[in-house]
């Protein structure tokens, strides 16, 4: 049923429609709506006898999970920033243990500074954890992505996050269309765990592994990913076959035959990307573009197959590898090794920096035309950096940084004014 | 007081005490249907009192609870020698996640139990001492404050010794560990710091709190036993030697955890709801200087003799047989 509706509503509907058993949770801007609207359901008795227990951090939040789901149990949670980073050593030790759990993550950057604002500095520090990570492009894909994810997790036997873009998806209002608990129903499953705590048939979960068999067990949660690249088109498939709607899938091409540039990008911005490719199509440029829904798995060879004709692949990430640049773009480049295709990093809204069309088109045009210095930033304020290097070199007690750019920038901001 | 309690004169000593006692009042360990939910031919050193009061206090949970026991783990000595792969020690359903998520994972476990109906598995979680009062404070005190169907039990041997023998926060006043070293003006670790987990969890206003020790592993089957009798967050906080870290002789881990009783350094005790109701008196209470002369962590307290040092570990002695009564003999107590 289509309603206007905001994003973390939306998702908590879907969660909710997916029968979890226990979510475990701790508050943190931007995704508190989703776990807030969970309570109340959980408490109006609205998800049967789904468990959910207010925690003392994230890093308790996923733990509680971790138990919850090796006893059987279908378990959910959401976070973004220093709230996945307090987790980080439960983010790998779900992914070790093979746990499907389902989380959410608000992206939002990684203090210091502190900022709560939109970009992908979270999910990217636990790209490599072992989780799968799904990048919805708006609302009603965060939605279809979640009921997804719980069906990847679970035949895979391996933790999902869904990210979405902090407040810029969660909080925004939308028509999403939500699913009837029939459909879900029919599409995920009742859990059934490949491994269980069971005093009937007691195992050990979580033992020492040394040297002669590790190796082997990151071999196969690696396997695990080798798989989702099969499950994960598969299974949003069979999702549009019961919903009627393509949703997720390992990326999304926008006008990309016979494009000479394609811009590549994860999440929201990639609507933004789609409206200036169609000004940049008006003016006569072949330029096309590429939403990355699934992070991991990396989708490298069939990335490869879709733009090894393509001149140019221009990555815009929200994130930034600091001391080399980007993190998205490089994967890019490994998986197009040995074609004559280049690839640009364009560094773009970071800490909730607004990436506008204009900006997008400009940088698009700039990388063809002249090509771009790599890594290149959008929108830098290039002279308060070159006030504040100055000043660096100038005194020794130059002060904290973050608040002599802030000083910067609201004196020029004044004599604009 | 529902148990009576077994009498040094009615059993000559506690190791041979059970075959003088009725069948019914033997220790669950002594019964030819024990459990052996930690089983033989693990790898913890000899003399280890956590791997003594792991079994004792498993096994009586699983008689407890008709076998339905599914136990959480710290990382830590416990797992480290109960669990390398492909071998396992342990004849239960047991998982080990992380170092400070213990007593999360284990709320978590209740959590699943609650949501599928299966209020008849029961759950306990278990660390040292470096699981309990450091790096899972956080997670334990949010278990402990939700009152999840959780029982925690802490092996405390004073010191992170899985990792080679550090200070903890439960370690000893002027104890010697590796990164509290016997040199300088106040060697070993220093008076006046630490915390008292026991009593941290009681303000807690959890249902349950007892310390125990392996000098008397009746009276700790005993606690576990009551434990489990009831819901919640209870929490059991079991003294166990260790000969490696403690620097002390391997068949001296019983004695030593007596003599940490006798003197009142370790009180035997238990709290309901956040208040204490039970506590095991001393007959006679020994100086410290006889448990501590024992041990190699505090030798440098001997040669040469450092009077004040001994002094004041023998007034937290004092002090606690006079907050817990131990010298009375009164039956038990309400505080």
Sequence with gaps: ?417 | MPYQRVKFYQTGTFTVGNRLLDEADRTVQARMDRTNSLNSGHRACQGCGEALGARYALDAVMRATQNQMVAVNATGCLEVFSSPYPESAWQIPWLHSLFGNAPAVASGVAAALRAKGKTDIRVVAQGGDGATVDIGFGCLSGMFERNDDVLYICYDNEAYMNTGVQRSGATPARAWTNTTQAVGIEPGNPAGVGKNLPRIAMAHGIPFVATASVADLHDLETKVTKAMSMRGARYIHIHVPCPLGWKSDPAQTIKIARLAVESGLFPLFEAEWGVVTDRTTIRKQISVEQYLSLQGRFKHLFNPRDEQALAAIQGMADQNIHLYDLLSTEPAMES
């Design chain 1, 1 to 417: 049923m289509k309603q206007q509706i905001e994003g973390s509503q939306a998702v908590a509907q879907a969660v909710a429609l997916c029968r979890p058993e226990v979510m475990a949770c701790y508050p943190i801007s931007p995704q508190t709506h989703i776990v807030e609207t969970l309570s109340r359901k959980v408490k109006a008795g609205d998800i049967g006898h789904c468990q959910f227990l207010n925690v003392e951090s994230e890093f308790g939040a996923l733990s509680v999970l971790i138990g919850a789901s090796a006893m059987g149990a279908r378990t959910y949670t959401a976070t973004t920033s220093q709230g996945l980073l307090f987790m980080a050593e439960a983010v790998y030790s779900a992914a070790g243990l093979g746990l499907p759990i389902v989380m959410t993550i608000a992206n939002r950057a990684v203090g210091a500074p502190i900022n709560i604002w939109n970009d992908h500095s979270d999910s990217m520090a636990m790209r490599d954890a072992g989780w799968l990570q799904l990048f919805a492009e708006d609302n009603q894909e965060a939605v279809d992505l979640h009921i997804q994810a719980f069906r990847l997790a679970e035949e895979l036997s391996c933790p999902v996050m869904v990210c979405m873009d902090g407040y810029i998806l969660t909080h925004a209002f939308e028509v999403v269309d939500l699913p009837v608990q029939e459909q879900v129903d029919a599409y995920l499953p009742l859990f059934e765990p490949v491994q269980v705590l069971d005093p009937q048939d007691p195992v050990s979960i979580g033992a020492m592994v040394g040297p002669e068999a590790f190796a082997e067990v990151r071999y196969l949660a690696h396997h695990k990913h080798v798989q989702a690249l099969e499950a994960i088109p598969r299974i949003s498939q069979e999702f549009q076959d019961i919903f009627r709607r393509p949703s997720g899938g390992l990326l999304k091409q926008y006008h990309t035959d016979e494009a000479e540039t394609i811009v590549l990008a994860l999440g929201s911005v990639i609507g933004t990307i789609k409206d200036a490719v169609d000004d940049l199509r008006a003016e006569g440029w072949l330029v096309g573009a590429i939403q990355l829904c699934s992070y991991r798995p990396f989708p490298s060879q069939v990335l490869r197959h879709i733009v090894h004709y393509a001149k140019r692949i221009v990555v815009i990430e929200k994130d930034l590898a600091v001391g080399k640049g980007g993190i998205v773009s490089a994967e890019v480049k490994i998986a197009l090794q040995g074609l004559p295709t280049v690839v640009d990093t364009v560094i773009a809204g970071l800490g909730g920096r607004p990436i506008s069309k204009a900006s997008v088109i400009d940088a698009v045009k700039a990388a063809c035309l002249e090509g771009l210095e790599e890594p290149h930033f959008l929108d830098l304020n290039w002279e308060a950096i070159k006030r504040e290097l100055i000043r660096q070199v100038e005194q020794r007690r130059s002060g904290p940084t973050p608040e002599n750019l802030l000083r910067e920038i609201g004196l020029s901001s004044e004599k604009t004014a």
